[in-house]
């Protein structure tokens, strides 16, 4: 039995994020994770300068050393496509100059980006990385929680555990309580293809919401090598509803579709086509009690208009280990201080998980996106006002205002 004041469960963004800013303050911990590194993970694999900015709080030099990898592309903003084929492009910085300026964002493929968290994270003597750990029970006990791997061979005791083992986290649904509720809840898939033509020269990432998967939406994120992630995601209540097969309608789309038909006629399909869940942030969760945290997609704190969930991981997990500081200089695990982590979550991200949460159910009222689309395409003044609305919280305020669309429809 290997005793441990910290114990991180999940060695993702969200975990890797936690255990380093715990090295960062001289905090030692553990960190298990099932798989070996290089490991997939099913994602959109977008970074977002949100995630840019987590990188910096670690250290930093960070941002500047992911932009030296070969494996990633920088992505200057955004392509929204209305139903009615309107594009709103939302530039994740203003007058930008690839050729001088910082890129605000990244794409990279998550086993890449994964790994170069994991490889800052083998050279921090204050963490201990163990790999190739599936944790087969977990039990509560009177100083925090035993783990013990499905071999047997290996337990551990903590005072402590981070939960950030992901969207299907046993520990999360049956200690924590968190249930799997379809209105909350994105079903995605994605997949690789090589030689996607009219990518953007500037690497934005392309949303479809297409009029006839609609409350669904389509996209395509270029990558290096003219690689191109390609999904598509729903709501899982919509899936069921309607009984959407969605492997089949995203290769539907992309075989029929006017515009996709031509830019997939000279693309393949490299491995797989592969499914994956996403619990949304649209709902405030109990994330913690006593002496535990759940972080990242455990936590269920995935964007609900865009799907964003590696920067909401990275944050959840910078606050757990300023929690867990708390708790080890107070002696305190209770999950009544605890509460200081959820507060702190939740003070950072919940104001834009509602927001996101208002700007999915307008995907109910094509007609209104098509208008806002449209509009904006042809008025740059616009264009820049909603451009800004994705990164200015009070600004996004106004797209929960009828006056704002009715100034847009009449005007």
Not at 167 to 176: E, I, K, M, P, V
Not at 295 to 312: M, Y
Not at 362 to 383: E, M
Request: net charge positive.
């Amino acid at each position: 039995m290997q005793q441990h004041d910290i114990c991180i469960l999940g060695a993702g963004p969200g975990g890797a994020t936690a255990a380093l800013h715990l090295a960062n303050k001289g905090i030692r911990s553990v960190l298990l994770d099932k798989a070996v590194f290089p490991r997939d993970k099913v994602c959109g694999d977008a970074l977002s300068g949100k995630v840019v900015n987590e990188l910096k709080r670690i250290d930093p030099s960070m941002p500047a050393m992911l932009g030296e990898q070969q494996t990633q592309l920088p992505s200057w903003g955004i392509h929204f496509i209305s139903p009615a084929g309107h594009k709103l492009s939302v530039p994740f910085k203003h007058n930008y100059d690839p050729a001088q300026d910082i890129p605000s964002g990244y794409i990279s493929k998550r086993i890449d980006f994964d790994n170069f968290l994991i490889e800052q994270v083998r050279q921090r003597p204050e963490i201990t990385l163990l790999e190739g750990m599936d944790m087969a029970k977990i039990e509560r006990t009177d100083q925090g929680f035993s783990l013990t791997d499905k071999s047997g061979g290996h337990q551990f005791s903590t005072r402590l555990l981070i939960a950030a083992n992901g969207a299907h986290s046993s520990f999360a649904r049956q200690t924590a309580g968190i249930k799997q509720e379809s209105d909350h809840y994105c079903a995605g898939l994605r997949a690789y293809y090589k030689n996607v033509s009219g990518l953007d020269k500037d690497n934005f990432i392309e949303l479809h919401f297409l009029k006839d998967f609609l409350p669904g939406y389509f996209w395509i994120f270029p990558l290096p090598g003219g690689y191109a992630n390609v999904g598509v995601g729903m709501l899982s209540e919509t899936v069921s509803q309607k009984k959407v097969n969605l492997k089949k309608e995203m290769l539907r789309m992309i075989e029929s579709h006017p515009e996709f038909k031509q830019r997939f006629a000279g693309a393949e399909l490299m491995g797989y086509i592969k499914g994956y869940g996403l619990p949304l942030g649209s709902k405030k969760r109990v994330i913690s009690g006593d002496n535990y945290m759940l972080v990242g997609d455990a936590a269920s704190l995935i964007d609900p208009f865009t799907g964003e969930g590696i920067s909401n991981a990275m944050i959840s997990g910078r606050w757990a280990a300023a929690q867990a500081e708390l708790c080890l200089q107070e002696k305190n695990f209770s999950s009544g201080f605890m509460q200081g982590y959820d507060k702190a979550v939740y003070n950072r991200l919940w104001k834009e998980l509602k927001l996101s949460r208002r700007m999915q159910r307008l995907l109910d009222y094509p007609w209104l996106f098509n208008q806002v689309a449209s509009k904006a395409s042809k008025n740059q003044a616009l264009a820049e006002t909603i451009s800004c609305m994705f990164t200015d919280l009070d600004l996004r305020e106004r797209l929960k205002q009828p006056s704002f669309y009715l100034k847009l429809i009449f005007n």
